[in-house]
């Protein structure tokens, strides 16, 4: 019997290491599947098989008109040729890209893969656009798929689909690797209290709510140290006064891009996420995986992996003050915060271990297709 061809599409290409190992189990499952990014793959990501066959239809992450009607045509023409069974597709524009495609040719099987909404948190205009993109998303598939149950609820909310989107296991588009991510083998109380984000540095992801709350904390408490673990994302940057005064600051260290964020998670005491929006943020499954409480606005995606006042703490999206009182309550408190450590690596390893949800998704696809 000839295999099934199936095409997966990510806009940037490491985007292909939030599948996990889900590309490999496909590959072992038999199915021809071909890989499309929207531009070159100059890394060798060890998520991407090497039977895997590699396309680059190019994209822009930003709205595009001209750009993503070319795109749309090129893809048009690599499904002609594939004549695949299922296209499936996750990160927004590729996502836009690949379904209008799909849905031109008829393709029988088409999944979205919902990890975000970035209308979420907005308004105006732009938001109003953004929503009516992902409604033509919505139209285009046959079967949508959300990262997280607050964001399958913000879907229906927003008006992108009418029924409520399942979510598989328990949300994520991978989970974590417990293996890799794992707590301290020994206490560093004689050290400065570390308190760190990780991820990329950027407007969305509250890098400025966490120097607004930290720089007066720490007339307070001088020895607490600041770990930045990621890059300023160019597509929405700090200001450049936020980025200087970072640069500037003896108590806190910036990393830059890591490929391996594990080492550094170990070094966090308090993980601090004031981001207001998410699908199901990776960087606190890794962060309850290492034993690590976090610190969170109650966003979209964030609500779904801390449990309030069990594995960490919630705030109110945009409440600063709520958050300093967070911080400060969690730097004073060591017994509770020993207590959620143990209650995040357990969450991690019961709801998100990587294996589990990793073969979930896999059980999926192979369901969908054995019907065609």
Not at 56 to 75: E, S
Not at 135 to 144: G, H, V
Not at 167 to 192: K, L
Not at 301 to 309: H, K, L, W, Y
């Amino acid at each position: 019997m000839k295999p099934k061809t199936v095409v997966m599409a990510v806009t940037a290409p490491i985007s292909l290491t939030l599948f996990g190992n889900r590309l490999h189990l496909l590959v072992e499952e038999g199915i021809d599947l071909h890989l499309v990014t929207g531009e070159p793959i100059t890394v060798a990501y060890p998520e991407i098989p090497q039977q895997a066959f590699l396309h680059v239809v190019p994209m822009k992450r930003g709205i595009d008109p001209i750009g993503d009607l070319l795109a749309i045509r090129r893809f048009t023409k690599l499904l002609g040729s594939l004549q695949p069974s299922m296209v499936a597709a996750a990160t927004p524009k590729a996502s836009l890209i690949a379904m209008l495609a799909a849905r031109g040719k008829r393709i029988p099987v088409r999944i979205w893969e919902v990890w975000g909404a970035r209308w979420d948190s907005r308004r105006g205009s732009l938001a109003y656009l953004l929503r009516k993109l992902d409604r033509l998303i919505a139209k285009s598939a046959t079967q949508i798929f959300a990262v997280s149950d607050s964001l399958a609820a913000l879907l229906v909310k927003g008006g992108i689909t009418e029924s409520r989107p399942p979510v598989v296991h328990h949300g994520s588009s991978h989970g974590v690797d417990t293996r890799r991510f794992f707590p301290r083998s020994q206490s560093q109380a004689d050290t400065p209290l570390t308190v760190g984000f990780v991820g990329r540095l950027s407007r969305d992801k509250g890098i400025e709510d966490l120097l607004k709350v930290l720089v007066p904390l720490r007339s307070r408490r001088p020895d607490i140290r600041l770990l930045l673990v990621g890059d300023v994302d160019d597509a929405d940057p700090l200001p450049s006064e936020t980025q200087q005064n970072i640069i500037a600051s003896d108590w806190i260290t910036i990393t830059g891009w890591v490929p391996d964020t594990s080492p550094f998670m170990r070094e966090i005491d308090i993980l601090l996420f004031p981001s207001i929006r998410e699908g199901l943020p990776n960087v606190l499954l890794e962060a309850a995986a290492s034993g690590v409480p976090a610190i969170a606005y109650a966003a979209t995606g964030s609500v779904d992996v801390i449990q309030d006042n069990k594995t960490g703490l919630l705030v109110p999206t945009g409440d600063r003050k709520g958050f300093l009182n967070a911080v400060e309550k969690l730097a004073d408190e060591v017994p509770l915060r020993n207590r959620m450590s143990t209650n995040a690596r357990t969450l991690a390893i019961s709801h998100f271990s990587n294996s589990k949800v990793e073969r979930s998704w896999n059980r999926r696809y192979i369901q969908t297709l054995s019907t065609l």
